[in-house]
């Protein structure tokens, strides 16, 4: 082994151990008693659904290579897929007993605010009484159960659903099994004399389960549920089919649902009889077995949430929070001078995505428009933008989108758009060939007296109007030429199936990107060595690329200040001696999901600032198209850094990586910092103010106006009220101030 081989597990972290410690940063946010409580339960819910989504996409994939590359290790950890596997089974079973202690916290928190998940051992007569009569009379005639014998062979069970195993014996001595699906009914029964108060259909089911096998005696039974492999693979799929791209993904879709278990889970007791007869027919091996107390579909939470937020509960939920209009634009004027007078950078959830939703309505309706450009990858159910982009194409605009059909849970999704996209008249890309389309770049072309102009946007997130309000993201809007140049570099190699290898100003995956982080974090390693201040911040979701991982090891030895934050996965070791230990990294995991990605090199006063759709993950750095975009604009540039200088003094939310791979809450005698709280608050104030300069300079130009005119009395009575505002504007500027001088003295 060679001493690089040698010094590997010293300061890598496996890719797959590193995303379990970020969902048990999600699990702890349930048990945090300053949030509300179905706050708390939402963050139980997301658990398991991340977990979920684990093992149908790594856990699924590391099966296959198991089978197929046994001998294969991870470059960075040097774990084959069979160590992974017994190193993340271990490490679930400890996060699965975490879950059920935080929803037993959970349950009685809840009760004490007379919410009760009714015990079925625990019933009163009353409760018992109408849960049968309910059973007897509304769920029983839905069942379809069905027994497994040689007349009656196993039945498919579908990825993610909930069943019922029973054990039967016959009068004979036989023993069966017998398989019950839940019925399409409500998950959540809650009782109509006390409507607080509810138990889940498989609770119920599993209870009155003697009563649908008449005749047979019950002998164990179970509540228990598989989840599938869902790592279809799209390039091999393509190779063996000779039909159009969508169809392909049509079918790949369908076929997810019927790949090989590679997880079953069991709620409460369970015999092993049953847990053996199963694991035979689904062919699992007993590591892939999990127990659990909880529920084993969390996902009942979201609708419990709902039903309460109706309800008006409000002390059970965050307090409202509403996306401002971003200060930088004038809210009732058009948007295509603004931007051609200066770069706007909108940031979500704390801005609107309101103003980006009007620009794709002026693009669509402005005669000086000739053609629109855009990408996009994961959409909303019900999608204005997409709903414009249609218009621009029915009032005879040449509108080009790439709809990537890769993304992944949300095919059938963009399956959908693409197909009404089509029927408008849009021209749709699926996708370039091997790389994945996940940048966020849309690129409208306009021809104005003979001159052709360019409006680019370059985002961080999705085009998704429900995401952005929860998720934290930048979206750049600039007219600057050099940026739409390089956009349309980008979108014509997508259009001939040849990804743009040269670039002026934007960084571009998969070819000009990941060089040119390279090159800039040698730039600072080289500053570092002549003894001048060298800085590197990057906020991302994930670092796993191994080329950048080793170059930010070597800019730390060579003295180079390296601060991240990095929400989910890192697969670097920080704080090791003379290797990492200029490196610092936090998480935060936060009431909205942080998403935006931002690069900067080299400290303020000769910093390059980027936001990007990229990760530091080799997949977005090699696979896929991703856009990097630098920010010129002084005031965008200080603002960025500001977000940065705020994330960093978060001591609410914020946890730092340790050299033991753990995470320890940010703590410190400074005043609380929520840094996603006060972004909001930040945001808040900004749209106050720019509201009152608007107010002011309408009641300016209202003075200059009867300056100039003789003013009749009927004038005078309807300004009279407009004399006095001035002074409470005084007094209200003073407060604003006060409060954003406080604001940013925190974030210094």
């Not at 004027?333 to 051609?340: G, T, Y």
Request: aromatic residues 8%; neutral net charge.
């Amino acid at each position: 082994m060679s001493t690089e081989q040698a010094n590997r597990p010293q300061l890598y972290q496996n890719r797959e151990l590193s995303w379990l410690k970020f969902n048990q940063r999600v699990l702890e946010q349930s048990v945090e008693g300053s949030l509300p409580l179905l706050e708390r339960m939402k963050f139980l819910s997301i658990f398991c659904s991340n977990l979920d989504e684990f093992f149908m996409i790594r856990v699924g994939t590391l099966t296959d290579a198991a089978l197929l590359k046994p001998d294969s290790v991870d470059n960075k950890s040097l774990m084959s897929p069979a160590e992974q596997l017994e190193a993340i089974f271990k490490d679930t079973h400890r996060l699965v007993a975490q879950k059920d202690e935080a929803y037993r916290r959970l349950l009685f928190d809840l009760a004490q605010r007379g919410i009760v998940h009714l015990n079925p051992q625990q019933l009163t007569k009353e409760q018992a009484a109408y849960l049968e009569g309910y059973f007897n009379n509304e769920v029983r005639p839905m069942l379809s159960p069905q027994i497994i014998d040689k007349h009656h062979p196993f039945p498919f069970l579908q990825n993610k659903e909930t069943y019922i195993c029973a054990q039967l014996k016959t009068k004979g001595e036989f023993v069966k099994l017998a398989i019950i699906p839940l019925p399409c009914l409500e998950r959540l029964v809650f009782l109509p004399f006390d409507k607080n108060k509810f138990i889940l259909m498989e609770e119920l089911l599993h209870q009155y389960c003697q009563k649908v096998f008449e005749g047979y005696i019950v002998e164990a039974k179970t509540i228990f549920r598989i989840t599938r492999n869902a790592d279809i693979n799209v390039d091999e799929a393509l190779y063996d089919h000779d039909m159009d791209y969508r169809s392909v993904m049509e079918e790949l879709v369908k076929s997810r649902r019927k790949l090989m278990p590679v997880r079953i889970e069991f709620q409460g007791q369970v015999s092993q009889a049953i847990v053996d007869q199963l694991c035979k027919r689904l062919e699992l091996s007993s590591e892939r077995v999990f127990r659990s107390e909880t529920p084993l579909d969390m996902s009942y939470g979201f609708a419990l949430y709902s039903r309460f937020e109706r309800l008006g509960m409000t002390d059970l939920f965050y307090p409202p929070l509403t996306p401002q209009e971003p200060f930088s634009i004038q809210p009732h004027q058009p948007i295509f001078p603004q931007v051609e007078d200066h770069d706007i950078l909108l940031s979500y959830p704390f801005e609107s995505i309101r103003p980006f939703i009007r620009l794709l309505r002026e693009a669509a309706t402005d005669e000086s428009v000739v053609s629109i450009k855009m990408t996009l990858y994961r959409v909303a159910r019900e999608s204005q933008i997409v709903s414009e982009l249609i218009r621009a194409a029915e009032n005879g605009k040449e509108v080009y989108v790439v709809v990537e059909l890769r993304a992944r849970f949300d095919e059938e999704n963009n399956i959908i758009w693409s197909k009404r996209l089509e029927e408008a008249g849009v021209n749709v890309i699926y996708g370039l060939g091997e790389y994945k389309v996940h940048s966020k770049l849309l690129v409208i072309t306009r021809k104005v007296e003979n001159k052709i102009s360019f409006i680019t946007q370059i985002g961080t997130g999705n085009y998704n109007e429900s995401t952005a309000k929860l998720y934290t993201d930048l979206c750049l809007i600039t007219a600057d030429r050099r940026i739409g140049e390089d956009g349309l570099r980008i979108f014509n190699g997508i259009l001939t199936n040849n990804p743009a290898e040269h670039t002026e100003h934007l960084l571009a995956a998969p070819f000009t990107m990941k060089p040119a982080l390279l090159r800039m974090i040698d730039e600072e390693i080289e500053y570092a060595k002549k003894g001048e201040e060298a800085e590197i911040t990057v906020k991302i979701n994930s670092l796993t690329d191994k080329d950048l991982i080793d170059r930010l090891i070597a800019a730390s030895k060579a003295g180079v200040k390296i601060r991240m934050v990095i929400r989910g996965i890192c697969c670097l070791r920080v704080g090791i001696p003379e290797e990492t230990d200029n490196i610092q990294v936090i998480s935060i995991v936060g009431r909205f999901l942080e998403h935006s990605r931002i690069y900067v090199f080299g400290p303020k006063e000769r910093s390059k600032v980027y936001i990007s759709s990229a990760d530091f993950m080799t997949r977005n750095t090699e696979r896929r198209v991703e856009v990097a975009a630098p920010i010129y604009d002084p005031a965008i540039k200080e603002r960025i850094y500001k977000l940065l200088n705020l994330e960093f003094s978060d001591n609410v939310k914020a946890k730092r990586l340790q050299p033991d791979d753990t995470y320890v809450l940010v703590t410190n005698e400074k005043p609380p910092i929520d840094s996603q709280i006060d972004m909001y608050k930040l945001a808040y104030i900004r749209a106050e103010q720019a509201q009152r300069n608007r107010e002011e300079s309408r009641r300016t130009a209202v003075a200059q106006i009867s300056r100039q005119a003789p003013v009749k009395k009927h004038q005078e009575r309807e300004e009279k009220p407009l004399e006095k505002t001035p002074v409470k504007i005084e007094q209200k500027e003073k407060g604003f101030f006060g409060k954003l001088k406080a604001l940013l003295r925190k974030i210094e």
